[in-house]
């Protein structure tokens, strides 16, 4: 029997618990985590506030909770975006002739030289801020690493003697494409969309901070950094527990990107 | 694998540092660009502001920082006011009324220079009077509608002819519509102003800061400051952290009151709390139908708990007004208690007028008061059986098109800070929409009566909008200043339009 990858099994049980903190925040938090009282603003954590309450009063346990909403929504986003656009490229690439892969590959190269918070900003500033558009604009900057990634994958089963067969059975690149390289590569997207996933969670909480992400009073992880600048000296818990969570859920998201990859890849596992 | 696996338990250490790190600096790292300007000899200093300009020209562009930075500064008016808020000779030494209150006669200075060169006259002062009628676009212009003519009767004598005699129209004198221009300095005020006064306007590097340098011309008391920077600052923190850093010198207007302990608890700096115009108001588009309703308007602001909101929005720095008017005028009432927080109350008045479980769009701009209240104000709403939606509007550009000139929104949430502006915010012209032939009333006759009339129907003016609920008042801003503790001259009042620049010292 296989033994199992540590990096798979703890990277899997934090994204099952943001998954699980996530859903349970549908149907229960501790208290309202966007209702304002006033007479409970600053209270340290203690048994009814388990991580204390922000200047508005608010729960800052619920706030959490309905933050992992947001994590894993911008996450589901950008990856998809990414996905959908970088999938077909990077495939059609490995299939084309020499001149039409590299014009695919340089336009992708162009896009790959905008850095995605600045195309995120951009797009903020011309459609308004919001965490659609703020994740919209992460997927497309991360189409380019998928595309490259899964264009590398492809141009491998191109060279396959099923694909060599199928070519020479007279099928059209479209089968091929669907039938045969795409199931191929799925290893690598699965990767590649988890280790894409943590950076758009990461691009989520920087642009929230700068004021470019999800708009108030929504619980965002990255918000809640934000909101938490006043009390650096005060209550530096309310920028603690948020860092805390965003580090947790970057980390979660790494490591079962590692963890996938060794999985789908026994060779890589072996080197190490 | 273990040591794969060590290594990123390691990382994970490592990243939730750095991230706490970049939460603690993340202040600093945004603090509105490197210019390279940071102060360096004696006679230098830099100013952190919260709101840049949209552009130089206030004849065009509304906004309060426009005149914030260069009223006074660069431009200069016949008249201003002084710390008490008594109108004060400047362009002009002295003036006379005559007894039908509608003929003002101002002896100019003789020695004013635009910084263009040009000599200041009687001219100039017509040339600015009848621009602001014919060339201005700005909503403020209309206050010279009441000027019948004026003409030079000498290179240093002024006279004005109002159509009917205003108490308002000198003291708006005193305001960005009394500002001298040069007829030869006109064709680029968007980008680069010339005026009479202590500064020189040197350059604007958008986005970041606004450059002055004295004025050697100038013909009367020279500043002390050979050259001051106004620096913009969107992120109230990166302020507070320019100042601690010594990035800049004063932090014109604190934006962050719940972080002021860092600076009270510190020798190195002074902390100057004093009083402003600027009442922060939930606007109301009164054109919209579900503001037809008084009880909708008086429940919202029923439905705010106004004292729990500045303690939480604004660290209870500020004071509760009520209407339209601060303690500084001299028609002020304590009204906060015409509409005092009743949740029960608002929510049968919600009911009573079918606007319970509405949907009201809360349009704010992106100013820490504004992003901070709004929240609040939100919630407590939501309790009284509204629904709010809150957008964010980057302001100023998306702001001022969306909601001041376009009038797209339900409810919005900015500080009008200038000077006795009740009859400006609450007409139907203006973003508020609000069209009420009483309050006219009240205000023409106070216009136009002695002194007495004129503060007894202002009082009435104010009291009209305040049981009208026209809007919200929520509080008025404090004038918060924390500056090195050897800068001198700053102000405790903010009671103008400027930030007077010239009596400045170190």
Known sequence: MKRLNPSLVVGGVIVGVIVLMALISFVWTPYDATLVTPASRLLEPSWSHWFGTDKFGRDVLSQIMVGSRTTLFVGVVAVGVAAVIGVPLGILAAMVRRWPSEAIMRANDLLLAFPALLLAIMFGAVFGASTLTAMIAIGIASVPSFARVIRSGALQVMRTEYVLAARAAGRRPLPIAVRHVLPNVTSLITVQASVSFAIAVLAEAALSFLGYGTPPPTPSWGRMLQESQEFLFSAPRLAIFPGIAIAIAVLGFNLLGDGLRDRFDPKLEDRR | ?506
Not at chain 2, 55 to 79: H, K, M, R, W
Not at chain 2, 213 to 220: L, S
Not at chain 2, 383 to 401: C, N, S, Y
Request: hydrophobic share 40%.
């Open chain 2, 1 to 506: 694998m273990k040591s794969s696996f060590r290594i990123r338990a390691v990382a994970f250490v490592a990243s939730a540092a750095v991230l706490a790190l970049t939460a603690c600096s993340a202040g600093s790292s945004t603090s509105g660009g490197g210019s390279g300007s940071s102060p360096g000899g004696d006679q230098k200093l830099s100013i952190g502001l919260v709101a840049e300009p949209a552009s130089l020209d206030f004849t065009t562009t509304d906004g309060a920082a426009i005149p914030q930075a260069l009223l006074g500064n660069v431009y200069e008016t016949l008249v201003k006011q002084d710390d008490s808020g008594k109108i004060v000779p400047s362009l002009a030494k002295s003036w006379t009324v005559s007894p039908d209150r509608k003929t003002y006669t101002f002896d100019l200075v003789d020695n004013a220079k635009f910084t263009n060169g040009k000599q200041f006259t009687a001219n100039d002062a017509v040339f600015s009077i009848n621009r602001v009628k014919t060339a201005w676009t700005i909503s403020l212009k209309a206050a010279m509608d009441v000027v019948a003519s004026s003409k030079a009767l000498s290179p240093t004598q002024l006279q004005v002819t109002l159509a009917k005699p205003s108490n308002d129209w000198l003291f708006r004198m005193t305001t960005r519509i009394g500002a001298m221009f040069s007829e030869s300095g006109v064709s680029a005020l968007a980008t680069d102003p010339v005026g009479t006064g202590p500064f020189k306007f040197s350059k604007w590097n958008r986005g970041d800061s606004i450059v002055m340098v004295r004025n050697d011309d100038y013909w009367g008391s020279k500043p002390f400051f050979q050259q001051i920077t106004l620096k913009y600052f969107k992120d109230a923190t990166a302020l507070n952290n320019a100042l601690l850093t010594s990035t800049i010198n004063v932090i014109g207007t604190v934006q962050a009151p719940e972080a002021l302990s860092q600076f009270t608890s510190n020798d190195k700096y002074q902390v100057i709390e004093g009083t402003t115009n600027g009442e922060v108001l939930l606007s109301f588009n009164n054109s919209r139908p579900v503001f037809k309703d008084l009880r909708t308007r008086q429940a919202i602001r029923m439905a705010i708990d106004h004292k729990a909101l500045l303690d939480t929005c604004w660290a209870g720095r500020g004071k509760l007004i009520g209407s339209m008017v601060p303690p500084t005028d001299p028609w002020y009432e304590d009204l906060t208690g015409v509409a005092p927080f009743d949740l029960a109350k608002a929510k049968s008045l919600l009911q009573a007028s079918g606007a319970a479980g509405k949907t009201l769009r809360l349009r704010l701009p992106t100013l820490p008061y504004a992003t901070s209240c709004g929240q609040v104000v939100k919630s407590m709403l939501e309790q009284a059986g509204l629904k709010v939606q809150i957008d964010q509007l980057e302001f100023p550009a998306a702001w001022l098109t969306t909601v001041f000139k376009n009038a797209d929104y339900d409810m919005s949430i900015i500080a009008h800070v200038e000077p006795r502006d009740l009859g400006a915010v609450f007409n139907a012209k203006y973003y508020t929409r609000y069209d009420d032939p009483t309050l006219q009333g009240y205000l023409a006759a106070a216009d136009s009566g002695d002194e007495a009339a004129q503060v007894d129907n202002m009082k009435k003016a104010a009291r009209r909008l305040s049981e009208q609920a026209a809007g919200d008042w929520l509080f008025l801003l404090p004038n918060l200043i924390v500056a090195d503790k050897n800068i001198k001259g700053l102000p405790t009042n903010a009671i103008t339009e400027n930030f007077d620049l010239s009596k400045l010292a170190r």
